[in-house]
Nanobody, 122 residues
Framework: QVQLVESGGDLAQPGGSLRLSCVDT????????IGWFRQVPGKEREGIAW????????FTIDSVKGRFSVSVDRAKNTVYLQMMDVKPEATAIYSC???????????????WGQGTQVTVSS
């Protein structure tokens, strides 16, 4: 099965930057899209972005648009989430997941990484 591993979560100050990575350790793309999600304890998981492995097209939700972006390095089997001008409300566990559809709806995703913690604080 697809195996995804996230990394890059860290402590950042408001206004700072982080880049998260999502690596397919199987070294084979067997899906259409990779989505990025975040979850805070006591709150619903929120889909924030996706990228098409086929053509590189991307989507980000309005609350992060212009600050977060998604990219893919096919040679490295890696998808990145570049986070710029981060806000305290970005504090969450971030996960990537594979899907046959380009969507941020969690139910359409099949394989999930373990998550990486992002904390935004002064």
């Amino acid at each position: 099965q697809v195996q995804l591993v996230e990394s890059g979560g860290d402590l950042a100050q408001p206004g700072g930057s982080l880049r998260l990575s999502c690596v397919d350790t199987g070294l084979t793309y067997r899906y259409t899209s990779i989505g990025w999600f975040r979850q805070v304890p006591g709150k619903e998981r929120e889909g924030i972005a996706w990228i098409s492995i086929n053509d590189g097209s991307t989507f980000t939700i309005d609350s992060v648009k212009g600050r977060f972006s998604v990219s893919v390095d096919r040679a490295k089997n890696t998808v990145y989430l570049q986070m710029m001008d981060v806000k305290p409300e970005a504090t969450a566990i971030y996960s990537c997941a594979s899907s046959a559809l380009c969507t941020v709806v969690a139910a359409f995703h099949n394989h999930w990484g373990q998550g990486t913690q992002v904390t935004v604080s002064s």
